[in-house]
């Protein structure tokens, strides 16, 4: 037998343990609400050819590839226990069980790993929360892919309604045209999953999941309870509304709280999940997820705060176009933005630095910020260059930033990653707020600079579902639990 005969055996032997792995997973998620995640990243509803690469990727964070073999008996451990709703990182178990040095065996070493998911430790399923998206946007169309593909068992997020303009004579094409959208992106590739259109109900229906589509041209001639929909989370992705009174508009019959996917003005919490979301009020009824970029800054900001201290910084961001630009030449209200986008870089402005205080109070440092937009659409970097309050080394850095990524409460927002000829398209996809680069980082003793990759849709929808999941109450712990 050959080496490359060697090879394809292996692969043969790895594709039918993934294809082992899939039923598993699927039951855990249908009938207890667990997760199962390798290195923060979901395994559900993946393909086998998906969780292979899942395995191959943990390389790029870990330092090492990780096998099926070597996870499959954790997930196996993971069906002969009484699992309440959590997430399980079967990537951190493998890894952990390797340097634990105890004797364990892997059904006792699990046990104990995720024993606060386990018998009167856990918690119970949850009634599942309405939620509802006021316009069906970049943003909202994600985010309704990610609460489609989450509603497993059916005791999570529920997705509803979503709330638009026009509708009239020719609302059944509209619908028709929506549900299309939703089905196809040029960017994200088609919807995972089946779409059709109930024209007589006027409901787009996912996955079984039916979404009532709503017509309206404001808020205040919306009653939800009408469709049913009660002690809802709205989601306002138009960025119409962005100050306590213009979003407590949504406040109609139905719903409870309103989330904005916008910077937020006024007294309206920033909020960046995994570093601030313990700070809202159980009583809060209006709140910002804030920015793309201020998703992508903050968390590694406040990471490297945390370990060396942050004097002063700046921000610029290499950022994709968006549809607030235009295709050709033409008026608009800002400057330099009337330039056609697909054929310019066009420098303008950030809130993303001024939006940091709101998220990060106690870091005094200034930061400041530019922003560059560029002729792709999707997937961002921000620079981030800072002055620290001591000295260091890259490898110190680097290393710092990737055991974040892989132990710490912030690694579902950081992400690593070492591959030499990484470049944006890489990126789209990503469901972390960011990815550290580390081949481009740069340190000089008490100055660092960080290449932060970030799919400023799809990442930034993500941040987006994670917060609504907090303030709903279905939010599910995550194990084993993350270095403090």
Not at 5 to 27: C, H, L, Q, V, Y
Not at 104 to 117: C, D, I, N, R, Y
Request: proline share 4%.
């Amino acid at each position: 037998m050959t080496v490359n005969d060697d090879s394809f055996t292996s692969w043969k032997n790895r594709e039918e343990i993934a294809e082992s792995m899939i039923p598993i997973i699927g039951k855990l998620h249908r009938e207890q609400d667990v997760t199962v995640l390798l290195h923060s990243r979901s395994l559900v509803n993946k393909s086998v050819v998906s969780i292979l690469k899942t395995h191959r990727f943990a390389r790029q964070i870990a330092g090492a590839e990780l096998s099926v073999t070597e996870t499959l008996p954790f997930l196996q451990t993971l069906t002969t226990l009484d699992l309440g709703p959590s997430q399980i990182d079967i990537g951190m178990l493998a890894a952990d069980y390797k340097t634990d040095g105890r004797g364990l065996t892997v059904a006792e070493f699990t046990a104990e790993a995720v024993a606060g998911a386990i018998g009167e430790n856990k918690i119970e399923r949850r009634d599942g929360r309405d939620v509802v998206l006021y316009g069906f946007g970049r943003i909202g169309r994600l985010v309704a892919r990610l609460l489609i593909e989450k509603a497993g068992s059916g005791n999570g997020l529920r997705l509803r309604a979503i709330v638009v303009r026009g509708g009239g004579e020719r609302a059944g094409e509209d619908l028709v045209k929506r549900a299309s959208l939703l089905r196809r992106d040029s960017i994200h590739g088609q919807f995972q999953g089946t779409i059709t259109v109930d024209e007589a109900n006027g409901s787009i229906v996912a996955n079984g999941n039916t979404i009532k589509v709503i017509y309206a041209d404001d808020p205040s001639e919306v009653d939800y309870t009408a469709y049913g929909i009660d002690n809802a989370i709205l989601i306002d992705n138009t960025g119409k509304w962005r100050d306590r009174e213009g979003l407590s508009k949504h406040l109609r019959p139905g719903i409870d709280k309103v989330v904005l996917t916008a910077p937020g003005k006024g007294d309206v919490p920033n909020i960046v999940h995994g570093v601030n979301h313990e700070t809202v009020k159980p009583d809060e009824r209006v709140l910002s997820c804030a920015s793309c970029t201020t998703n992508a800054i903050v968390p590694p900001l406040k990471a490297m705060d945390d370990e060396y201290g942050v004097l002063r910084g700046h921000v610029e961001t290499v950022h994709s176009f968006t549809n607030d630009q235009n295709l050709l030449d033409n008026y608009h209200k800002a400057d330099r933005r009337g330039r056609s986008a697909p054929l310019n870089m066009v420098i303008t402005e950030t809130g993303a630095a001024s939006a940091v205080a709101k998220a990060l109070p106690d870091l005094k440092a200034p930061i400041t910020g530019s922003s560059i937009r560029v002729p792709v659409p999707d997937v961002s970097i921000a620079i981030l260059s800072l002055r620290l309050g001591r000295e260091t080394t890259r490898d110190e850095v680097l290393e710092y930033l990737r055991d974040v990524s892989l132990h710490s409460p912030l690694k579902r927002q950081i992400d690593f990653t070492t591959a030499p000829d990484a470049v944006s398209m890489d990126f789209v996809g990503s469901r972390h707020a960011s990815i550290v680069d580390a081949g481009a980082t740069k340190v000089d003793g008490d100055n660092a600079i960080l290449y932060l990759w970030y799919d400023n849709e799809f990442g930034y929808s993500c941040q987006v579902v994670r917060v609504v999941q907090h303030v709903s109450g279905v939010e599910y712990p995550t194990y084993p639990a993350p270095a403090v």
